[in-house]
């Protein structure tokens, strides 16, 4: 208890001296609401009629406190550290596997290719019943998974389930290191592509490499897909830029409060290649250090930008050690691509009285000029050069994408397909689009709406209040009609789901490197930024080169 109390007293000193340097002005109204939070907190741990627990009282508070800030702020225990260095770093003494914990069951979501877990047999879908002495199901905190990791070379006994049947196994941790660039290849004789899905500590060495391989194989146009990457490390963007613009050129401008914090990034070093065409692949999933790739590209007039409208995140983050080895991820900055736009799109600190979050771009997007006088866009994301229009995502289909029943129906998929033909020939038909929605339609409770979610509660209310004595069949009939609707609402993004599902089953097989290789195949978009490079009229008159 004296530690835990000590671990509160220290993170409230250090946010008070934090705040205290910055906001002197504003410092008898800080004093005055920590002193009224510790006082308060002294009366609880004394008088409360139950014994609780202060690191979970702090962790909720302080959590409550920055969810009203941006979601990128946050607060670290000493468990969160070590995953968010590892998230930065690239590597990890681990097994290599991503996992997820959901109503007390730990989950595992993917096997990294050669990693221990892969080499003792560990599929998706496997569920972990028990860690070394520790029981997933009695285990209360999402930390559990970090369990998992350990130094290199130390073992870990697994209990896990698979397909109703319980296995035994010990598997030796190793460094498990994470490639941002999991495939990239020859598309025809000039082309070359590269997928890169993250900028951590290796992005641009790995991304360099692949330059480098790719050219003494003959490339002479490029295409780098940055689509589904959410960013990363700011300096890896500022360095992969570089390799296509001269030394001493503006990449990113951050404006913070503090001073010190201003500050203009540049390229340092001579660029790898000055004049091979390029084109960037975006969605609107991608985030943050790739759209500074994208934006500084486009802004120089040095690549073309083919996709959807990117994520939209312009705001900075860095990390602030605090007490006893907790840490925060602070947002202390906007960030500005060369020509001066800022891309941010949500407007967290104008929230309404309900909550909800303004656009940037629903005031109107501001008009920016290219080096080559061309006009782009600030606020609400990269608006690429040539946009791919695509039927928008209904509510119900992100449900589905992100439920146990999606998961699951690929996991049935695996097992009962020992093997598949390799990626580059595998494509789901309509007919297995079909198979999903049977199996939808079947497992009812892997897959619910809010509107489902809502009525049962609802009903449950109902129950308590003894009002539903006459409800039974008219609640049934209503939930089957909701059902009904929505299974009819997925056919809007029918091939969207086919698409997500391919992802899911080739790399259960392939890997995340399977993934890539059966896009460049059957991906449309890579298709027209192939014709795009391969039609260099075209390509010129977009950039007005």
Same mark, same amino acid.
């Given at each position: 208890?004296?530690?835990?109390?000590?671990?509160?007293?220290?993170?409230?000193?250090?946010?008070?001296?934090?705040?205290?340097?910055?906001?002197?002005?504003?410092?008898?109204?800080?004093?005055?609401?920590?002193?009224?939070?510790?006082?308060?907190?002294?009366?609880?741990?004394?008088?409360?009629?139950?014994?609780?627990?202060?690191?979970?009282?702090?962790?909720?508070?302080?959590?409550?406190?920055?969810?009203?800030?941006?979601?990128?702020?946050?607060?670290?225990?000493?468990?969160?550290?070590?995953?968010?260095?590892?998230?930065?770093?690239?590597?990890?003494?681990?097994?290599?596997?991503?996992?997820?914990?959901?109503?007390?069951?730990?989950?595992?979501?993917?096997?990294?290719?050669?990693?221990?877990?892969?080499?003792?047999?560990?599929?998706?879908?496997?569920?972990?019943?028990?860690?070394?002495?520790?029981?997933?199901?009695?285990?209360?905190?999402?930390?559990?998974?970090?369990?998992?990791?350990?130094?290199?070379?130390? $073992?870990? %006994?697994?209990?896990? !389930?698979?397909?109703?049947?319980? /296995? &035994? =196994?010990?598997?030796?941790?190793? *460094?498990?290191? #994470?490639?941002?660039?999991?495939?990239?290849?020859?598309?025809?004789?000039?082309?070359?592509?590269?997928?890169?899905?993250?900028? $951590?500590? %290796?992005?641009?060495? !790995?991304?360099?490499?692949?330059? /480098? &391989? =790719?050219?003494?194989?003959?490339? *002479?146009?490029? #295409?780098?897909?940055?689509?589904?990457?959410?960013?990363?490390?700011?300096?890896?963007?500022?360095?992969?830029?570089?390799?296509?613009?001269? %030394?001493?050129?503006?990449?990113?401008?951050?404006?913070?409060?503090?001073?010190?914090?201003?500050?203009?990034?540049?390229?340092?070093?001579?660029?790898?290649?000055?004049?091979?065409?390029?084109?960037?692949?975006?969605?609107?999933?991608?985030?943050?250090?790739?759209?500074?790739?994208?934006?500084?590209?486009?802004?120089?007039?040095?690549?073309?930008?083919?996709?959807?409208?990117?994520?939209?995140?312009?705001?900075?983050?860095?990390?602030?050690?605090?007490?006893?080895?907790?840490?925060?991820?602070?947002?202390?900055?906007?960030?500005?691509?060369?020509?001066?736009?800022?891309?941010?799109?949500?407007?967290?600190?104008?929230?309404?009285?309900?909550?909800?979050?303004?656009?940037?771009?629903?005031?109107?997007?501001?008009?920016?000029?290219?080096?080559?006088?061309?006009?782009?866009?600030?606020?609400?994301?990269?608006?690429?050069?040539?946009?791919?229009?695509?039927?928008?995502?209904?509510?119900?289909?992100?449900?589905?994408?992100?439920?146990?029943?999606?998961?699951?129906?690929?996991?049935?998929?695996?097992?009962?397909?020992?093997?598949?033909?390799?990626?580059?020939?595998?494509?789901?038909?309509?007919?297995?689009?079909?198979?999903?929605?049977?199996?939808?339609?079947?497992?009812?409770?892997?897959?619910?709406?809010?509107?489902?979610?809502?009525?049962?509660?609802?009903?449950?209310?109902?129950?308590?209040?003894?009002?539903?004595?006459?409800?039974?069949?008219?609640?049934?009939?209503?939930?089957?009609?909701?059902?009904?609707?929505?299974?009819?609402?997925?056919?809007?993004?029918?091939?969207?789901?086919?698409?997500?599902?391919?992802?899911?089953?080739?790399?259960?097989?392939?890997?995340?490197?399977?993934?890539?290789?059966?896009?460049?195949?059957?991906?449309?978009?890579?298709?027209?930024?192939?014709?795009?490079?391969?039609?260099?009229?075209?390509?010129?008159?977009?950039?007005?080169?």
């Amino acid at each position: 208890m004296n530690k835990i109390k000590k671990v509160f007293i220290g993170f409230f000193v250090g946010i008070f001296m934090f705040i205290f340097v910055g906001f002197q002005s504003d410092f008898f109204e800080i004093a005055k609401q920590i002193d009224i939070y510790t006082t308060l907190f002294k009366e609880l741990n004394m008088y409360y009629v139950d014994e609780i627990n202060p690191a979970k009282l702090t962790n909720n508070a302080i959590n409550h406190m920055l969810s009203n800030l941006d979601p990128y702020t946050r607060y670290y225990d000493e468990q969160g550290v070590e995953s968010s260095r590892i998230a930065s770093a690239g590597e990890y003494g681990g097994i290599g596997v991503i996992s997820r914990y959901e109503n007390n069951t730990l989950t595992i979501r993917e096997v990294l290719k050669n990693s221990p877990a892969e080499k003792e047999g560990i599929k998706p879908g496997d569920l972990i019943l028990k860690i070394n002495d520790v029981f997933v199901k009695d285990y209360k905190e999402e930390g559990i998974s970090t369990l998992l990791n350990g130094l290199p070379n130390t $073992n870990v %006994k697994l209990q896990i !389930e698979r397909q109703n049947k319980k /296995l &035994e =196994l010990e598997i030796t941790r190793k *460094k498990i290191e #994470i490639n941002p660039v999991p495939h990239f290849t020859m598309l025809d004789t000039v082309v070359g592509y590269i997928s890169f899905i993250k900028f $951590n500590e %290796k992005a641009a060495s !790995e991304v360099k490499k692949a330059i /480098l &391989e =790719l050219k003494d194989l003959g490339m *002479k146009k490029l #295409i780098i897909d940055v689509r589904d990457n959410p960013g990363g490390l700011l300096n890896e963007a500022v360095k992969i830029t570089n390799f296509f613009i001269p %030394k001493d050129k503006i990449v990113v401008t951050t404006k913070a409060k503090v001073k010190k914090w201003s500050i203009t990034f540049k390229t340092r070093l001579t660029a790898l290649d000055l004049h091979i065409p390029i084109v960037i692949l975006v969605n609107n999933r991608s985030a943050s250090a790739s759209e500074i790739l994208a934006g500084s590209l486009q802004d120089y007039d040095r690549a073309v930008i083919i996709g959807e409208r990117s994520f939209g995140k312009g705001l900075v983050q860095r990390y602030r050690e605090l007490s006893y080895g907790t840490q925060m991820k602070i947002t202390i900055a906007k960030y500005y691509t060369p020509s001066g736009r800022c891309i941010q799109e949500l407007d967290y600190t104008n929230r309404d009285d309900e909550g909800n979050i303004p656009k940037f771009s629903d005031a109107g997007r501001k008009l920016y000029k290219t080096g080559k006088g061309r006009t782009v866009y600030g606020g609400g994301g990269i608006l690429p050069d040539i946009e791919i229009k695509k039927i928008k995502t209904t509510e119900t289909t992100k449900t589905l994408l992100k439920s146990n029943a999606f998961f699951n129906y690929a996991t049935n998929y695996f097992y009962n397909h020992p093997s598949i033909v390799k990626p580059s020939k595998f494509n789901l038909k309509e007919s297995d689009y079909l198979f999903l929605k049977t199996y939808l339609n079947n497992h009812q409770s892997e897959f619910e709406t809010k509107t489902e979610t809502e009525f049962k509660k609802a009903k449950e209310e109902a129950n308590s209040e003894k009002l539903a004595k006459n409800l039974t069949k008219s609640y049934q009939n209503l939930l089957e009609t909701i059902h009904v609707e929505k299974l009819k609402e997925l056919d809007k993004n029918k091939e969207e789901i086919l698409n997500k599902l391919t992802e899911e089953i080739v790399k259960r097989y392939y890997y995340k490197e399977g993934v890539y290789k059966q896009k460049v195949i059957f991906d449309k978009t890579i298709s027209q930024a192939i014709t795009i490079l391969n039609n260099t009229k075209r390509y010129n008159s977009i950039l007005k080169n």
